[in-house]
Each structure stands twice: as C-alpha cells, then as structure tokens.
C-alpha cells in the first residue's frame, strides 16, 4: 500500500489520534495503515460499490430511502471490516470528512491497482 509505511512508523510510537494531521495528504498514509486487513479492505470495496449502486437507484427513483440504503450500506460493511477484522475504531468516529475522504480515496486506488484486494 502506498505511503502506508510512515504512518506505520508513526502508530508503532503509540496511539495516533486522527485529529492531529493538518491535511488530507498527511491523513491518508495514516488511513491506508488503518486497513492494513485485506478482508477490511474487501469489505470496504464491497460497501462503497453497493452504496454507488444505491445513489444510482436513488437518482433514478427519487425514492430518498436508497440514500439510507447507501449510508448503511457504506458504513456497515466499512465498521463490520474494522470491529470485526481489522480491529480498530474506524477514524470517521473522530475525522469524518477525512474518513469519508480516504474511503473514496483508497477505492480508486483498488482501482487503479494501487491497493491489493
């Protein structure tokens, strides 16, 4: 994973508090760290596809429940991969719009091949 070894670094000192970085380019080797598990990571391509399916279903229903399906989609699997493999508090709990950021972020970087599944 890119980037990923200086936030490792920096988390092998202790407990980082995701408040502390100043800019999204500091935040996401931090992120990237924080789904160092590749069924983390699985389970967060998995929710961020269902949750563009659901914006999808949204824009051509008009029917604002799928925008309820897409968060609950989105973070489901996203905190399902973190309780449950990852072992870690997701970083949107204390830098949501970071969080949100680095999700989208590291999906076109699965993309891009940049990120293993």
Do not use: Q
């Not at 990237?32 to 990571?41: A, G």
């Not at 830098?95 to 950021?101: A, K, N, Q, V």
């Not at 680095?102 to 970087?109: E, K, S, V």
Request: glycine share 8%; net charge positive.
């Amino acid at each position: 994973m890119p980037n990923a070894s200086s936030a490792s670094a920096a988390t092998a000192a202790g407990p980082v508090d995701p408040r502390s970085f100043k800019s999204f380019a500091e935040f996401y080797p931090f992120y990237l760290s924080e789904h160092s598990n590749r069924s983390c990571r699985r389970l967060h391509f998995i929710g961020s596809s269902l949750s563009l399916l659901c914006l999808a279903a949204l824009v051509l229903t008009r029917n604002p429940l799928w925008l309820l399906a897409g968060l609950l989609c989105g973070y489901g699997f996203a905190w399902v991969g973190h309780f449950g493999f990852e072992k870690n508090r997701p970083a949107s709990f204390k830098r949501p719009l970071y969080s949100f950021m680095g999700d989208w972020a590291m999906y076109r970087d699965i993309w891009a091949g940049k990120v293993k599944l």
